[in-house]
C-alpha cells in the first residue's frame, strides 16, 4: 500500500463521531484512574492537572505577538466528551470493583462516577503466565494458537464499535511489565512474524498479540510499559503497510521523570557525574509483578538507558565517562500505588570538587500516568486522522524508551523533547517553527 502524504490544516481529518479507547489492562490502577478521571472532568468536578492537550498552551509566531492558544484549541483534538472506554483484563471486576481495589482514589472521587465505572466490565483477556509470572488470572480467552487469539480480539473490538456506534479507535496497552525478551528471527520480518502466530510460538508475548489485532484493523497501537512489544520489525513493518501511527514504550512517570529533567541541567552546566544510584519501593499489581526478576529486567533496561542518551559520555570522558548508575525497584505492599524514589546523585564541579544531590519523590504512579494516557490517546488519534503513520517519535515526550528509527538513537531530554512535540503541532497547523534563536529580534531593529 502507498503511504500517503501527511494531512496539515484545514485537510487534517476531523475528529468526527465517538473515539474508542481500547485498554489491554483495564482493570489495573492506572486505567481506572484514567478513566475515572475522565468521566469525574466530563462531569465538572475534577480537572485535568497534568495533561498537556487540556490545559497546555503553544507559542506561535513572534514573542511579541503574544500568540499563545491553548493546544486543545489550536489542533483538531477529539473532545473528551466523545471517548468511550473498552478494554480486556485477567480479573473479571468491574470498573467500580478495581478502581475500589486499585486504592488509587478516595471514594470522595469513586462514589460520583460509580455507576459509569459498574456499567463497563472487562472481557477476557489474552494471558499466558510465562510473561507475567507473578500474576494468575481467570478470565481470559483460549484459542489454539495466537492467530485464533487474535481473530478474538478483533471480534470484540468490531463488537465494542457496533455496540456504541464507535466511528475509530486507539488502542493502549495498560497492562503488566512482561518477561525480558531479545529480538529473534520470528521479529524480524512481518513473513516470518505471522507464520510464528500460526504455529503458536513461544518467543510472541500477549502485547505483541493485542498490537498485531490493532494494527491489521488500522488501529493505532501505543505501548505504555517497557515490553518488546510493537518495537520490532515485523510489526514495524505491519504498522507502515496498514498505514497505522505506533508509539512507546514505557509511561515517564516517578523517577525516570525526574531524571530526564536533572540530567540535562547537569548537562547544560557542564557538571560531572560520579554516580547516580535510583531505589524505589511500591505495592500495587506493578510493583508485584516487578518482583519477579525477569519483568524486572525489562523495566531496568528501560530505566538504565535514559543517562547515557541525555549525557553522552562518548562526546564528555572527562564528566562522564565512568559514572556508576544503580537501579532498583522493591516490592512493599503497605505503600500500594503511593510509590517512593529516593536518588542519591554524586557529582563533581570546578576543579573536580564533589558536589550531592538528594532526591525523595513521594509520588502517585497512576496519578502521574493518567493524564499522560490521556493525551497519548488524542495525540495518536490526531496522528492517525493526519496520515501520521509508523513510528510516533514525537511522541517521546511521554516514554521512557522512546521508539526511534533504527539509524538514530533516541532523544531524552524532556525539554528537547517537548520542543520536538510542539513544533510537530505547529509544522501540523502551518505555522513557523520555533527555534528560541532571539538574535532576529535585535538583528532587524539594528540601526546603522
Request: glycine content about 6%.
Amino acid at each position: 500500500m502507498k503511504r500517503e502524504e501527511i494531512r496539515r490544516k484545514e485537510s487534517i481529518e476531523k475528529p468526527s463521531g465517538k473515539l474508542g479507547v481500547l485498554i489491554p489492562g483495564i482493570g489495573g490502577a492506572v486505567s481506572t484512574t484514567f478513566i475515572a478521571g475522565v468521566e469525574l472532568i466530563r462531569k465538572g468536578i475534577g480537572e485535568p492537572i497534568g495533561s498537556l492537550t487540556q490545559l497546555g498552551t503553544i507559542r506561535l509566531g513572534k514573542r511579541y505577538e503574544h500568540r499563545v492558544p491553548l493546544i486543545k484549541d489550536f489542533v483538531p483534538l477529539a473532545d473528551i466528551n466523545d471517548l468511550v472506554f473498552a478494554g480486556w483484563d485477567i480479573y473479571g471486576a468491574n470498573l467500580y470493583e478495581a478502581a475500589l481495589n486499585a486504592k488509587v482514589l478516595t471514594k470522595d472521587h469513586i462514589e460520583p462516577v460509580k455507576h459509569f465505572l459498574a456499567s463497563i466490565s472487562p472481557m477476557p483477556a489474552v494471558f499466558d503466565q510465562r510473561f507475567v509470572k507473578n500474576l494468575n488470572g481467570n478470565h481470559v480467552k483460549h484459542g489454539a494458537n495466537h492467530r485464533e487469539l487474535i481473530d478474538a480480539l478483533k471480534e470484540d473490538i468490531s463488537d465494542f464499535c457496533r455496540q456504541h456506534d464507535v466511528s475509530r479507535c486507539i488502542m493502549i496497552w495498560c497492562g503488566s511489565t512482561e518477561v525480558y525478551l531479545k529480538q529473534e528471527e520470528v521479529h524480524q520480518s512481518l513473513s516470518a512474524f505471522m507464520e510464528a502466530l500460526e504455529n503458536n510460538d513461544s518467543r510472541i508475548a500477549p502485547s505483541m498479540i493485542y498490537a498485531t489485532a490493532a494494527l491489521e484493523m488500522g488501529i493505532p497501537f501505543i505501548n505504555g510499559a517497557p515490553n518488546l512489544t510493537i518495537d520490532i520489525p515485523a510489526l514495524i513493518e505491519l504498522a507502515s503497510k496498514n498505514n497505522v501511527p505506533i508509539a512507546g514504550k514505557d509511561f515517564k512517570t516517578g523517577q525516570t521523570l525526574m531524571k530526564t529533567i536533572i540530567a540535562p541541567g547537569l548537562k547544560a552546566r557542564m557538571l560531572g557525574l560520579e554516580g547516580w544510584y535510583s531505589t524505589n519501593i511500591l505495592g500495587n499489581r506493578d510493583g508485584l509483578v516487578l518482583d519477579d526478576k525477569d519483568s524486572f529486567r525489562t523495566k531496568e533496561e528501560s530505566k538504565l538507558s535514559v543517562l547515557d542518551y541525555i549525557l553522552q559520555p562518548q562526546l564528555y570522558p572527562t564528566l562522564y565517562k565512568n559514572y556508576y548508575h544503580k537501579v532498583t525497584i522493591n516490592y512493599y505492599p503497605p505503600r500500594g500505588d503511593n510509590k517512593e524514589g529516593w536518588d542519591c546523585i554524586d557529582i563533581f564541579g570546578w576543579l573536580g570538587y564533589p558536589m550531592h544531590i538528594k532526591i525523595d519523590f513521594e509520588c502517585r504512579d497512576s496519578i502521574l500516568a493518567a493524564p499522560l494516557v490521556l493525551d497519548l490517546v488524542l495525540f495518536m488519534d490526531l496522528a492517525k486522522r493526519a496520515n501520521m503513520s509508523g513510528i510516533q517519535e514525537w511522541l517521546s515526550f511521554y516514554f521512557k524508551s522512546p521508539m526511534h528509527k533504527e539509524n538514530l538513537y533516541p532523544e531524552h531530554d524532556l525539554f528537547i523533547q517537548l520542543m520536538k512535540l510542539k513544533n510537530t503541532l505547529r509544522y501540523l497547523m502551518e505555522e513557523e517553527q520555533i527555534t528560541h534563536f532571539g538574535l532576529d529580534y535585535y538583528m532587524n531593529n539594528s540601526k546603522s
